[in-house]
């Protein structure tokens, strides 16, 4: 095998950064206003917003995650894949458009547009920092392991320091670009690993002459321990009742949790109407789902040309199987050309998780709760952007602490885990606002907090916090609660904690904006004016 080049591949990060910084500093030139830095002037096209969707959704954990996952459990670690695939049709079909419609930068705006304005906006606020901070544990986790291998950086320290340049350069992006300047990053990025895992795919084809079988046959020599195993269901989650209860959970959270994502949410207000907002969705289906068949091959050609032994014995471990499989097609340039890419990836979604949450306090908390305003704010508010930015460093610093910590867990399931939040605390409030009169504050501050409280709760008495040597805490000894992801059972109990807390308040629901409301998120109208004033 061909040996990694450090100075090679600093060289090709240190372009890449060069290249997106020059973007985003020529982008954030135009950003004067909060619209512009909140949601980029609402001036990117459908087709422009769903490449930048695919660029913040295939995140380190679709790369460098389900890869890994593939090669290690074959047909177990696929299921990801579909997974993460299939949520985009409950995105599309029953929240994008009627979201966009009826909010203006944040989840709170939807949430709150018939409740009570402040309770619910601060408990938006908080599910969307809970999300985001799960999901940035999981970038900079992919970015120590990714970074460490491509430097030979072996040594904690050294893997911490890399984590913490990386979120400084996440901080920088989001300061200067604001959401124009991280969706032209999230673009690039899109295009840039599409293509490599495109150009990888058809490599590790052409060398088994296009035929999946041979393919899949090497895969199996290979790992002598699971054998044919890895061509059928049951290698990672088929060991016994409880394994396939998480699977099931697994499988709830991720299908479940994608419409309840802000970082994906939030992309739908950089469009300028509904019919492009539908329109970005397709596309980013489309892209999506052309590369989570790529990551089929991706993850069975690492098992057959590296397999299960070096990826295991990477600094990295499963999240390395995509670098040491272009390692292996294409040597030390290769090697250097995809690290960077999944070095965008990383950068490009922790910028969008941090402008999210950034956005979510400076518009839900800052403006609508400690400034009291009606949530009718006017589009050019100054402070509202420099709050907005003071969080961003906040959420920076905490993220680049998290990351530390969770250096070495598999990305794709610390990923799976932001999944089971947004699933748990944020869709049930939003399916139960866009459709049942009935709703009330109770019953969203009920569904949010009692969701995001449970599921949390659950996760930390997981087997995936203590108690197992691949934990977090692996000499803590806490796991209550025998399922790693919570989702089969915090997701019921949050819609349960919703319908409970509407039936048992005696607060009535406002029938003029809850008709206000139906109107403008079926048909559009009046959502322009609202954001136009």
């Given at each position: 095998?061909?040996?990694?080049?450090?100075?090679?591949?600093?060289?090709i990060f240190g372009v890449f950064v060069l290249i997106t910084l020059f973007v985003?500093?020529?982008?954030?030139?135009?950003?004067?206003?909060?619209?512009?830095?909140?949601?980029?002037?609402?001036?990117?096209?459908?087709?422009?917003?769903?490449?930048?969707?695919?660029?913040?959704?295939?995140?380190?954990?679709?790369?460098?995650?389900?890869?890994?996952?593939?090669?290690?459990?074959?047909?177990?670690?696929?299921?990801?894949?579909?997974?993460?695939?299939?949520?985009?049709?409950?995105?599309?079909?029953?929240?994008?458009?009627?979201?966009?419609?009826?909010?203006?930068?944040?989840?709170?705006?939807?949430?709150?547009?018939?409740?009570?304005?402040?309770?619910?906006?601060a408990a938006a606020a908080t599910s969307t920092m809970a999300v985001s901070f799960?999901?940035?544990?999981?970038?900079?986790?992919?970015?120590?392991?990714?970074?460490?291998?491509?430097?030979?950086?072996?040594?904690?320290?050294?893997?911490?320091?890399?984590?913490?340049?990386?979120?400084?350069?996440?901080?920088?992006?989001?300061?200067?670009?604001?959401?124009?300047?991280?969706?032209?990053?999230?673009?690039?990025?899109?295009?840039?690993?599409?293509?490599?895992?495109?150009?990888?795919?058809?490599?590790?084809?052409?060398?088994?002459?296009?035929?999946?079988?041979?393919?899949?046959?090497?895969?199996?020599?290979?790992?002598?321990?699971?054998?044919?195993?890895?061509?059928?269901?049951?290698?990672?989650?088929?060991?016994?009742?409880?394994?396939?209860?998480?699977?099931?959970?697994?499988?709830?959270?991720?299908?479940?949790?994608?419409?309840?994502?802000?970082?994906?949410?939030?992309?739908?207000?950089?469009?300028?109407?509904?019919?492009?907002?539908?329109?970005?969705?397709?596309?980013?289906?489309?892209?999506?789902?052309?590369?989570?068949?790529?990551?089929?091959?991706?993850?069975?050609?690492?098992?057959?040309?590296?397999?299960?032994?070096?990826?295991?014995?990477?600094?990295?471990?499963?999240?390395?199987?995509?670098?040491?499989?272009?390692?292996?097609?294409?040597?030390?340039?290769?090697?250097?050309?995809?690290?960077?890419?999944?070095?965008?990836?990383?950068?490009?979604?922790?910028?969008?998780?941090?402008?999210?949450?950034?956005?979510?306090?400076?518009?839900?908390?800052?403006?609508?709760?400690?400034?009291?305003?009606?949530?009718?704010?006017?589009?050019?508010?100054?402070?509202?952007?420099?709050?907005?930015?003071?969080?961003?460093?906040?959420?920076?610093?905490?993220?680049?602490?998290?990351?530390?910590?969770?250096?070495?867990?598999?990305?794709?399931?610390?990923?799976?885990?932001?999944?089971?939040?947004?699933?748990?605390?944020?869709?049930?409030?939003?399916?139960?606002?866009?459709?049942?009169?009935?709703?009330?504050?109770?019953?969203?501050?009920?569904?949010?907090?009692?969701?995001?409280?449970?599921?949390?709760?659950?996760?930390?008495?997981?087997?995936?916090?203590?108690?197992?040597?691949?934990?977090?805490?692996?000499?803590?000894?806490?796991?209550?609660?025998?399922?790693?992801?919570?989702?089969?059972?915090?997701?019921?109990?949050?819609?349960?904690?919703?319908?409970?807390?509407?039936?048992?308040?005696?607060?009535?629901?406002?029938?003029?904006?809850?008709?206000?409301?139906?109107?403008?998120?079926?048909?559009?109208?009046?959502?322009?004016?609202?954001?136009?004033?």
């Amino acid at each position: 095998m061909n040996e990694s080049s450090p100075i090679l591949n600093i060289s090709i990060f240190g372009v890449f950064v060069l290249i997106t910084l020059f973007v985003v500093i020529r982008a954030s030139r135009n950003t004067k206003t909060a619209a512009d830095y909140l949601a980029a002037g609402r001036a990117f096209t459908g087709p422009q917003n769903g490449i930048a969707i695919a660029g913040d959704y295939l995140s380190a954990a679709s790369f460098l995650g389900i890869a890994g996952a593939i090669a290690l459990n074959g047909y177990d670690g696929f299921l990801y894949s579909i997974g993460f695939l299939v949520a985009w049709l409950v995105a599309l079909l029953l929240v994008a458009e009627l979201l966009r419609n009826t909010g203006k930068y944040t989840m709170g705006d939807v949430l709150s547009f018939r409740m009570r304005q402040r309770p619910v906006r601060a408990a938006a606020a908080t599910s969307t920092m809970a999300v985001s901070f799960f999901y940035l544990l999981a970038q900079m986790a992919g970015a120590g392991g990714l970074v460490a291998l491509l430097l030979g950086i072996t040594g904690t320290a050294g893997q911490s320091l890399v984590i913490a340049v990386v979120g400084a350069l996440m901080i920088a992006y989001v300061l200067i670009g604001g959401m124009k300047g991280t969706t032209w990053v999230q673009i690039i990025k899109a295009v840039l690993l599409i293509a490599g895992a495109g150009i990888m795919t058809l490599w590790v084809l052409g060398m088994y002459k296009f035929n999946l079988s041979s393919l899949l046959g090497a895969a199996v020599e290979n790992a002598p321990k699971a054998g044919e195993k890895l061509l059928g269901p049951g290698l990672a989650y088929g060991k016994n009742g409880t394994t396939k209860l998480d699977f099931l959970s697994l499988a709830l959270a991720l299908v479940l949790g994608t419409a309840g994502l802000p970082h994906i949410l939030m992309r739908f207000y950089t469009v300028p109407t509904a019919k492009e907002a539908r329109r970005s969705v397709v596309w980013a289906i489309w892209l999506i789902g052309i590369f989570y068949l790529f990551t089929l091959v991706l993850g069975y050609g690492a098992g057959a040309l590296v397999g299960p032994d070096a990826i295991n014995k990477a600094p990295g471990k499963a999240n390395s199987a995509a670098p040491l499989l272009a390692l292996e097609l294409g040597g030390p340039i290769l090697l250097g050309l995809i690290a960077a890419v999944a070095f965008a990836t990383i950068l490009a979604v922790v910028a969008g998780l941090t402008i999210t949450a950034s956005a979510s306090f400076a518009h839900d908390i800052y403006a609508n709760i400690i400034k009291k305003g009606n949530g009718n704010d006017s589009d050019d508010k100054t402070d509202e952007v420099k709050v907005a930015r003071i969080t961003a460093i906040v959420i920076g610093l905490v993220s680049i602490g998290g990351g530390i910590i969770a250096n070495g867990q598999n990305i794709a399931f610390l990923v799976a885990l932001a999944f089971a939040v947004a699933a748990s605390a944020n869709l049930p409030t939003i399916l139960y606002s866009l459709f049942w009169k009935r709703f009330n504050t109770s019953g969203a501050l009920w569904s949010i907090y009692g969701g995001l409280i449970v599921t949390i709760t659950l996760i930390i008495l997981s087997p995936a916090v203590s108690g197992t040597p691949t934990s977090m805490f692996k000499n803590a000894d806490f796991d209550l609660f025998p399922l790693s992801n919570p989702g089969i059972v915090s997701i019921p109990v949050a819609f349960l904690l919703g319908y409970i807390g509407t039936i048992l308040s005696k607060d009535k629901a406002d029938p003029v904006k809850q008709a206000e409301m139906e109107v403008r998120s079926l048909t559009g109208a009046g959502a322009e004016k609202a954001i136009a004033h």
